[in-house]
């Protein structure tokens, strides 16, 4: 066992055996670069990533290799998602470096922590014009023997380029109407009109976007931009990256066409995406949308939920192959052959099913096998017979050897599934995911907030990690806590989000509106980190922004609302030349314009009429609405103060831009003003 026994990461234990003597990022591992004068090779990666596994298992888990790593270096080995910042900043210096970026990534620092070359996965011999890994590892140790002067100026003119990057983010006040008009004009040239979704290959969920689409439409009945995000949805629903048997999405297609996956299940694009089909169907009542809802929201509480009540973090790509040999192939536990169809389900029904899910004799996948969807042109099924097939496959599937799960529960991602959750089961009708999202909600105020409001990012097994939280942590976790406070009528969650957004205010600020990615105390990097556009989720930098929106509706706070007009000058300067990548911003933004609307419901829980007053308004359209209900003049919600019932019935009050309309009692009258 090397220096990573014990620590909380899945990613960091399966490097725990190899025979590379890893250290974990800190400031011990640096310090003994500097006693042996070597160089450090810090190597980052995730659990659920292919081509990190697959680096593990040709070099790191070589003798001769990691002789020659363990002689020459300090190796150090990092979870990109427990330490987002470190990754951020090394990111930024390979892409700046090679113009390219991903995982794994390797960079060879000085013992002061400064990157002086790059790269990201080296196979083990020469390949496709790529040196190899032993290459690699000769040549940096020869340069820092016989060149140290030019490693050192190397080092120092890359720390000095990276820092002195300045952030460039804002035009003059918030964006406008003209600026979110661009920014949609941008995306319909970029628009996949064909296959749905944006740019080509690999072809990515577009969840941040989709939003905006989706409240760009509410706010001005745009059918175009309606248009662009169903087709998507349609489009990913019926494709490969949807796991057609048990739910749930995958991390990304290899193609256009949303045919083949990189197969690993992550929970953030889950979490998104859930919530993105149930506001699809809230803006077209598509059955669709609905299912694809609520298959997404059960996959997350049938694979993806830990013990303590969390969700974990992701599902390998590889599994075991089944075959004996201990052989973990990527896709392995997802893709069908027709023999395999046959052998389950009778040559009869094998025939259907293959029309059905698309799979064919020479495969769309790999060795002949399929992956499953649901073809356009597939024509019309018997639905019970479709549905026996679809459960007779899972069965056999289940009995598969099962792909890896990545058990740490990161805070950010699970305030996104909090979101999503108490949404779907509102929408729904399902309490038992409300009851989830509530139960995840009471983990992360166990196990990851202090008496102070400060988050851990991580946990394991109910165990805090050490790695404090960073932006999209506080973010994201406000952003469930102010969904799950609209749909439970808990004043708690608000209270709770707004010690969140107060840290935010008071650690993660820049001048002129601006916000970093770590706290003003956060442990010092080369450089600190500060971005603003989206990637795998939405950048802590707009997520922040929206739920200070959202919380200053909520309470009328001026410094909040302040706060996130500012951080929204970003989208103003990049919403119209780079909308695909600031999708969020964009949807906040959509919230702004339009109020964000504050709706109060007032009444006696009991009634049926506070009821479908209150569904009313969960069914509302409106782009960042929230919602306070409850009794009059309850305490829990500022919202809820000085609203009387009227004549005796209970009322829905709706204001907006600072102007309040009259009461309604019915629901048909507060529709139409949502």
Request: charged share 25%; proline share 6%; with cysteine.
């Amino acid at each position: 066992m090397n220096r990573l026994a014990g620590v909380t990461s899945p990613y960091l234990l399966q490097h725990a055996d190899n025979p590379v003597d890893w250290w974990p990022w800190g400031p011990e591992a640096f310090e003994e670069a500097r006693r042996r004068d070597v160089p450090v090779l810090l190597s980052v990666g995730y659990s659920a990533c292919h081509w990190c596994h697959v680096m593990a298992h040709e070099s790191f888990e070589d003798e001769a290799t990691a002789a020659l790593v363990n002689e020459n270096f300090v190796a150090v080995k990092v979870d990109r998602e427990e330490r987002p910042d470190v990754d951020a900043v090394y990111m930024e210096a390979v892409q700046a470096a090679t113009g390219q970026g991903g995982w794994p990534m390797t960079v060879f620092l000085t013992p002061d922590a400064a990157p002086f070359y790059f790269g990201t996965y080296f196979p083990p011999e020469p390949r496709h014009g790529m040196p190899s890994f032993t290459e690699v590892l000769a040549g940096v140790r020869d340069a820092w023997a016989g060149r140290r002067g030019e490693v050192d100026e190397v080092a120092d003119r890359i720390v000095k380029e990276l820092a002195g990057r300045s952030l460039a983010y804002g035009g003059d006040g918030v964006p406008g109407e003209e600026d979110l008009a661009q920014a949609l004009l941008g995306l319909t040239r970029e628009y996949d009109a064909t296959r749905g979704g944006f740019g080509g290959a690999p072809k990515f969920p577009p969840s941040m976007v989709l939003e905006f689409l989706l409240r760009h439409h509410a706010r001005t009945g745009s059918e175009g931009a309606l248009q662009m995000a169903s087709d998507t949805c349609e489009a990913m629903a019926r494709g490969g990256i949807y796991d057609q048997l048990g739910g749930g999405f995958a991390r990304y297609a290899v193609d256009r066409t949303w045919t083949v996956p990189h197969f690993e299940k992550m929970l953030y694009d889950n979490a998104l995406l859930c919530r993105v089909y149930a506001h699809l169907w809230k803006a077209t009542g598509s059955d669709l949308a609905r299912r694809i809802a609520l298959e997404t929201a059960d996959f997350l509480v049938r694979e993806l939920r830990t013990p303590e009540g969390g969700f974990a973090s992701a599902l390998d790509a590889d599994s075991d192959d089944g075959t004996g040999t201990g052989k973990h192939v990527e896709g392995a536990y997802y893709v069908w052959t027709p023999e395999q169809l046959a052998a389950v389900l009778g040559p009869e029904d094998a025939a259907v099913a293959a029309a059905h899910y698309g799979v064919t004799e020479d495969g769309t996948f790999e060795e002949g096998s399929s992956v499953l969807q649901l073809p356009q042109d597939a024509g019309v099924a018997d639905a019970g017979r479709i549905a026996s097939i679809a459960d007779r496959l899972r069965a056999a599937r289940d009995e598969r050897p099962r792909p890896g799960r990545d058990d740490k529960v990161v805070a950010a991602w699970n305030g996104l599934a909090i979101a999503a959750l108490a949404e779907t089961g509102a929408l729904f009708d399902r309490p038992d995911l409300v009851e989830r999202a509530t139960e995840a909600a009471d983990l992360l105020v166990r196990v990851h907030m202090d008496e102070g409001a400060r988050l851990t990012r991580t946990s394991k097994d109910g165990r805090p990690g050490t790695n404090a939280g960073v932006l999209e942590d506080y973010a994201d976790v406000a952003e469930g806590f102010l969904a799950l406070a609209a749909v439970t009528g808990e004043g708690v969650w608000l209270e709770f989000a707004g010690f969140l957004l107060d840290l935010v205010l008071d650690r993660f600020t820049a001048e002129g509106g601006a916000l970093y990615d770590t706290a003003h105390d956060a442990e010092t990097l080369i450089r600190r980190p500060q971005d603003p556009t989206d990637n795998a989720t939405p950048s802590g930098w707009t997520a922040a922004a929206g739920a200070l929106l959202s919380y200053a509706a909520h309470t009328g706070s001026e410094a909040h609302r302040a706060a996130a007009e500012g951080a929204l000058g970003v989208v103003k300067a990049l919403g119209p030349r780079a909308p695909r990548f600031i999708g969020w911003g964009l949807a906040v933004a959509e919230a702004l314009l339009d109020g964000p609307r504050e709706v109060a419901v007032v009444g006696d829980p009991g009634d049926g009429a506070f009821r479908e007053l209150r569904r009313t308004a969960l069914l509302a359209t409106a782009p960042g609405a929230v919602l306070a209900a409850g009794a009059p003049g309850g305490e829990e919600f500022p919202l809820l103060e000085g609203r009387p019932l009227v004549d005796g019935r209970p009322a829905a009050y709706v204001c907006r831009r600072f102007t309040c309309d009259a009461p309604v009692t019915g629901p048909d009258e507060l529709r139409r003003k949502l």
